[in-house]
């Protein structure tokens, strides 16, 4: 009798061990993961706003560091780069100059932009937090790039950034 009040006893620890090491992995997977993506498109604006412009932006998270790529079509003026708190459809304060951190490069009718950031980049609600805090907004959907020109100051072009692999908008 003892023993089988036992053996219960080592199943229903176990399954709760393995329950807990479950939802600790599953909780952590945002913060794991390491590559982002955003497809920038006009009408992904708040509101629209009539472009042909487009672009991806790319994020790669390796230790302390952020390496971000942008490339752009359709437009040249590139006025302002900025990674923004905000879920789509709603405008959001910037919390990363992508301009500062980066390097901007123009081509015949396109921009690319590269560059590394940390988290002593951070600025409006994101300053002074740890790089993490960025990574878990990233792969939460609470985080966009906007793409500024002088014909559209406001932003001309946004993209939610999303996990890699994750279908985008």
Same mark, same amino acid.
């Given at each position: 009798?003892?023993?089988?009040?036992?053996?219960?006893?080592?199943?229903?620890?176990?399954?709760?061990?393995?329950?807990?090491?479950?939802?600790?992995?599953?909780?952590? @997977?945002?913060?794991?993961?390491?590559? @982002?993506?955003?497809?920038? *498109?006009?009408?992904?604006?708040?509101?629209?706003?009539?472009?042909?412009?487009?672009?991806?932006?790319? @994020?790669?998270?390796?230790?302390?560091t952020?390496?971000?790529?942008?490339?752009?079509?359709?437009?040249? *003026?590139?006025?302002?780069?900025?990674?923004?708190?905000g879920?789509?459809?709603?405008?959001? *304060?910037?919390?990363?100059d992508?301009?500062?951190?980066?390097?901007?490069?123009?081509?015949?009718?396109?921009?690319?932009?590269?560059?590394? @950031?940390?988290?002593? *980049?951070f600025?409006?609600?994101?300053?002074?937090?740890?790089?993490?805090?960025?990574?878990?907004?990233?792969?939460?959907?609470?985080?966009?790039?906007?793409?500024?020109?002088?014909?559209?100051?406001?932003?001309?072009?946004?993209?939610?950034?999303?996990?890699?692999?994750?279908?985008?908008?």
């Amino acid at each position: 009798m003892q023993y089988n009040k036992t053996l219960h006893l080592v199943i229903l620890v176990s399954a709760l061990l393995s329950l807990l090491l479950v939802s600790t992995a599953y909780s952590n @997977f945002t913060y794991a993961q390491s590559k @982002f993506r955003a497809k920038l *498109d006009a009408n992904n604006e708040v509101p629209p706003v009539n472009s042909t412009a487009e672009g991806v932006a790319t @994020f790669k998270v390796k230790d302390d560091t952020i390496t971000s790529k942008i490339n752009i079509t359709g437009i040249t *003026d590139v006025s302002g780069a900025q990674i923004h708190t905000g879920k789509s459809g709603e405008n959001g *304060d910037p919390i990363v100059d992508l301009l500062k951190t980066g390097e901007k490069t123009k081509t015949s009718g396109a921009v690319t932009i590269k560059g590394n @950031f940390t988290a002593s *980049d951070f600025e409006g609600s994101m300053k002074g937090k740890a790089l993490s805090a960025l990574q878990s907004a990233m792969g939460t959907n609470e985080t966009y790039v906007n793409i500024k020109t002088s014909d559209h100051p406001d932003g001309e072009i946004r993209g939610q950034i999303k996990v890699k692999g994750k279908p985008t908008q």
